[in-house]
C-alpha cells in the first residue's frame, strides 16, 4: 500500500525509541522523528525522515508536531507525570496513538478519561503496548477462549537476566508510589504490590510469584467475560511483605534510576530470557497458555512498530481506548514478532 503518512515518535532518540525506529525502518514505515534536541534528532534521522522539535509537556507543539501523522508513539515516560498531553495532541491531529508506559495509573487514564474523545474522533489508543503488557493480555485471552464465563483470570511474568536502560528504572520509582488496583469479582478494587501471592507453572516448574502493577486487571475485562483478574511477578512469595513496603523505596530508586548505563547492549538484551503465562479457570474447565522469549527491549520495539503497522493497514478494529487482544486478533499478531516471542503451549489443566 502507499506510505505517505509518517509514524511520529515522540522520545526517538531514547534508548527504546531508537529500537522503535529501527524495528519501523525494517517494516517499511516512514518515519517521523520527534524530540526537544535538533542535532540528536539530525544525527539519528535516516534519509528523507521528518524532524519536528516539540516538548512532551507543550500541547501546542506536540499537535504541530503530530499534524499529518497516522500513528504516534509516545516513549515520554514517566508517564503519569509526562503522558498526557501527548495523548490529547494525537487524538486532536488526529492520529492513532500507541506508548510504552508501564504504569497501570496511567493507563486507567488513558481508557477511562481520553477513550471517549479517541472515538469520537474514530482514532485508537493502544496503551502500555509493550513488553509491559501485551505478552500478559494476549495469552489472557488465547487461554479463555471457549471456556467463558470465567471465574478468573490470573497472569504471570518471569524475566531472567535482564539489564534494565535509565528509562525503565526511573519509572520503576514512580511506579512503587502510583495506586494499583485488581478486578475481583466483576469491579476494580485497590490493590498493591505484593498484596497477594501465587504459585505458577513456568517451563522450567513451579514458581512462586507476587502480585503486582499490571495493566492485564484493565484489559482483559474489556474483551474476556470473567470476574477476578490478577497480575503477578515472579518472586518468592517471603518477599511479599517487604515489597508492600516498597512505596517506602520509591524516591532512592527514582534517584539511582539516573545512574548506570543508558540501556543494555544488544548482546545483553539476546541473553535475557522471559515466559509469560495465563491461566484461565471457570465452569467450563481451565486452560494454561505460556509464552516464551528473549530481548524485552527489542521486542518493546518490535511490538509498538507491529502495532502502527496494523493501525495503518486497517488490521486493528474499533476505535478509542482499546486492550491489545480487543484490537488484534492474539495469534496472528504473535506470529508477526517472532522469533522475540512465541506461542510455547497451550495446556488444559
Not at 502507499?2 to 534508548?15: F, H, I, N, S
Not at 522471559?274 to 521486542?299: C, I, K, M, N, P
Amino acid at each position: 500500500m502507499a506510505r505517505d503518512r509518517p509514524l511520529a515518535v515522540l522520545g526517538a532518540t531514547g534508548y527504546t525509541g531508537r529500537l522503535v525506529c529501527a524495528a519501523a525502518r525494517s517494516l517499511g514505515i516512514p518515519l517521523r522523528l520527534v524530540g526537544r534536541r535538533r542535532e540528536a534528532l539530525e544525527e539519528l534521522a535516516a534519509s528523507r525522515e521528518e524532524i519536528r522539535l516539540a516538548d512532551a509537556r507543550d500541547l501546542d507543539t506536540l499537535v504541530a508536531a503530530f499534524d499529518g501523522a497516522f500513528a504516534v508513539v509516545s516513549l515520554a515516560g514517566p508517564f503519569l507525570e509526562l503522558g498526557f498531553a501527548p495523548v490529547q495532541a494525537a487524538i486532536r491531529a488526529g492520529a492513532h496513538y500507541l506508548d510504552s508506559s508501564g504504569e497501570q495509573e496511567f493507563a486507567w487514564h488513558v481508557f477511562e478519561r481520553f477513550g471517549p474523545s479517541a472515538t469520537a474522533r474514530g482514532i485508537a489508543l493502544l496503551t502500555s503496548f509493550g513488553f509491559d503488557y501485551v505478552p500478559g493480555d494476549l495469552a489472557a485471552r488465547l487461554a479463555a477462549e471457549g471456556l467463558e464465563p470465567l471465574d478468573e483470570v490470573a497472569i504471570a511474568y518471569a524475566v531472567s537476566s535482564i539489564a534494565s536502560s535509565h528509562g525503565t528504572r526511573r519509572t520503576i520509582g514512580h511506579v512503587l508510589a502510583q495506586r494499583q488496583v485488581a478486578y475481583e469479582h466483576g469491579r476494580y478494587v485497590p490493590s498493591r504490590i505484593g498484596a497477594t501471592t501465587r504459585s505458577f507453572r513456568f517451563p522450567w516448574g513451579e514458581a512462586g510469584a507476587v502480585e503486582w502493577g499490571g495493566t492485564e486487571p484493565l484489559t482483559v475485562p474489556r474483551h474476556t467475560d470473567v470476574g477476578t483478574v490478577r497480575s503477578y511477578v515472579r518472586a518468592p512469595r517471603i518477599a511479599a511483605p517487604l515489597m508492600r513496603l516498597a512505596h517506602l523505596a520509591a524516591p532512592f530508586v527514582r534517584i539511582a534510576g539516573a545512574l548506570g548505563p543508558a540501556g543494555p547492549s544488544e548482546r545483553t538484551r539476546s541473553c535475557a530470557r522471559f515466559a509469560v503465562v495465563a491461566e484461565a479457570r471457570g465452569r467450563a474447565g481451565a486452560r494454561r497458555v505460556t509464552l516464551t522469549g528473549t530481548d524485552v527491549y527489542g521486542l518493546t520495539g518490535l511490538l509498538l512498530a507491529r502495532g502502527a503497522e496494523a493501525l495503518e493497514r486497517g488490521e486493528a478494529s474499533g476505535s478509542g481506548a482499546l486492550a491489545p487482544a480487543e484490537a488484534l486478533d492474539p495469534g496472528a499478531f504473535l506470529e508477526k514478532l517472532e522469533p522475540l516471542i512465541r506461542l510455547e503451549s497451550v495446556e488444559d489443566v
